[in-house]
T-cell receptor, first 114, second 113 residues
Framework: DTGVSQDPRHKITKRGQNVTFRCDPI?????LYWYRQTLGQGPEFLTY????????KSRLLSDRFSAERPKGSFSTLEIQRTEQGDSAMYLC????????????FGPGTRLTVT | QKEVEQDPGPLSVPEGAIVSLNCTYS??????FMWYRQYSRKGPELLMY????GNKEDGRFTAQVDKSSKYISLFIRDSQPSDSATYLC?????????????FGGGTRVLVKP
């Protein structure tokens, strides 16, 4: 399978704990995006990488959130001191060079904060 | 008010009917218009995209963009029960440093056999 992969698929954690998600983009794609989707809503943009550089962050990305893409390949999204409002589906997408509109999504990581 | 508005549905149609979906938007800087299909608890799947105004056809799917009215549509001909899903419209500007997608809330479609 050469699509975008995400791990884990589902994470249940207690309020106040830290969680980390991983995304592996399509191998030849140099751009990687993180989105968050809550029930009944469309995905909302969180942040974006071109290679290893984080080029844009949404105001939704509070200081409890941090994302990295250390070698320009896989990316991680960490949430510190989770809150119940962080419960959502976290989606990763990647796109080929010069075709940002052609974003391919992974299956998502569903986070439940109890 | 959201930048992209989409009727949440659900939209229920009999098998074989034409499904008509649409979105309105407020940001005149949007240049790319996408349609995604999302099955329950799965990631969105890119169906097709259109640049600027005009029509685009791909198999049973036709996308239309009317930038003067800030209105886009997706038509699904000969609908099948497997088309039952949530359909999301998405849009982006054209920037040198990457283009985030702005999504509508999605329309649930149910195609009944």
């Amino acid at each position: 399978d050469t699509g975008v992969s995400q791990d884990p698929r589902h994470k249940i954690t207690k309020r106040g704990q830290n969680v980390t998600f991983r995304c592996d983009p399509i191998s030849e794609h140099n751009r990687l995006y993180w989105y968050r989707q809550t029930l009944g809503q469309g995905p909302e943009f969180l942040t974006y990488f071109q290679n290893e550089a984080q080029l844009e962050k949404s105001r939704l990305l509070s200081d409890r959130f941090s994302a990295e893409r250390p070698k320009g390949s896989f990316s991680t999204l960490e949430i510190q001191r989770t809150e119940q409002g962080d419960s959502a589906m976290y989606l990763c997408a990647s796109s080929p060079r010069d075709k940002d509109y052609e974003q391919y999504f992974g299956p998502g990581t569903r986070l439940t904060v109890t | 008010q959201k930048e992209v508005e989409q009727d949440p549905g659900p939209l229920s149609v009999p098998e074989g009917a034409i499904v008509s979906l649409n979105c309105t938007y407020s940001n005149s800087a949007f240049q790319y218009f996408m349609w995604y299909r999302q099955y329950s608890r799965k990631g969105p799947e890119l169906l097709m995209y259109t640049y600027s105004s005009g029509n685009k056809e791909d198999g049973r799917f036709t996308a239309q963009v009317d930038k003067s009215s800030k209105y886009i549509s997706l038509f699904i001909r000969d609908s099948q029960p497997s088309d039952s899903a949530t359909y999301l419209c998405a849009m982006s500007e054209v920037k040198a440093a990457g283009n985030k997608l702005t999504f509508g809330g999605g329309t649930r479609v149910l195609v009944k056999p």
